[in-house]
């Protein structure tokens, strides 16, 4: 299952940094994850200044 960002978000823009295949970009509120392009690694979550980024 991919992971979500939740609106705890910042928009800091290290999980798109950190992912190896580009599937997360900047959506109206924060920054999204695309379901179909994430690879489960988890590099964005371990990324992430707020804990903001889960499995879903």
């Known amino acids: 299952m991919a992971y979500v960002i939740s609106d705890a978000c910042i928009s800091?823009?290290?999980?798109a940094d950190?992912?190896?295949?580009?599937?997360?970009?900047?959506?109206?509120?924060?920054y999204e994850?695309?379901?179909g392009s994430c690879l489960d690694c988890g590099s964005c979550a371990d990324t992430c200044p707020m804990?903001?980024?889960s499995q879903g």
Request: contains cysteine; aromatic residues 0%; glycine residues 14%.
């Open 18 to 30: 950190s992912c190896p295949v580009g599937a997360i970009s900047q959506g109206d509120a924060h």
């Open 12 to 15: 800091c823009g290290a999980c």
């Open 33 to 35: 994850i695309n379901a």
């Open 51 to 53: 804990s903001a980024i």
